[in-house]
């Protein structure tokens, strides 16, 4: 029991500090700080496999009054495996190497995907309170283990045709004269001059430099 209050309490802070996000402001500025791509995805992985070992420790007492934060964290858990996605996608797009964020991620959704389908063939008294959402997180992380396991060429591949397909569909929802200012926009940024420290007096590019008299 005393367990059960010490994961209540610990539900309950999370909950408060989370609101509609899916990290706690800790976890926001942890992610804030590590900007390079392998990296981030470790910690999103890291934030995965807490929210599981806290969904795994309700699901084995099973006592009343878990069914709302396991309800949560599965939520806040398949948002995290979404963030992780995302990470790779945009690091593709820029064509930033995330060999070794993959990798990890590939073994560590594996490892959770497990842990889930366990959950879920054990079917806990109160799975219909979650069921929906313990699919939800199934789904996902099923799904984001085959975008893992994809060559990395291929996926920015993919990546890179959406990005067209999507840019496609926004042109095509503006209306004409929505379009018309986009071109002419798009003609007033190809003609900007790329920014330079030469000064009005100083000689070209490439020409010879002034005899001093």
């Given amino acids: 029991m005393k367990t059960l209050l010490v994961l209540l309490s610990v539900g309950v802070g ?65 948002k995290i495996i979404d963030a992780i996605d995302t990470v790779a996608d945009d690091a593709l797009r820029r064509k930033v190497a995330v060999n070794l964020g993959m990798a990890a991620t590939v073994e560590s959704e594996r490892g959770m995907l497990a842990r889930l389908q366990k959950i879920q063939k054990s079917e806990p008294s109160d799975l219909a309170r979650y069921e929906y959402v313990l699919k939800d997180a199934i789904d996902t992380t099923s799904d984001s283990l085959e975008l893992s396991q994809a060559d990395l060429s291929g996926r920015a591949a993919g990546v890179e045709a959406k ?24 003609k007033k940024d190809g003609k900007k001059k790329a920014p330079t420290l030469r000064r009005p007096t100083d000689p070209p590019p490439g020409a010879p430099a002034p005899t001093k008299k």
């Fill in 14 to 78: 999370l909950m408060a500090q989370v609101g509609r996000d899916f990290l706690t402001a800790d976890e926001a500025d942890q992610v804030r700080m590590v900007q390079e791509p392998n990296e981030r995805l470790k910690l999103y992985l890291v934030f995965a496999k807490q929210r599981l070992e806290q969904v795994d420790q309700l699901v084995a007492q099973n006592k009343a009054g878990r069914s709302v934060l396991i309800h949560d964290l599965l939520e806040q858990y398949t």
């Fill in 163 to 186: 990005d067209r397909k999507e840019k496609a569909a926004r042109e095509e929802a503006l209306t004409p004269e929505e379009s018309k200012d986009k071109k002419e926009q798009d």
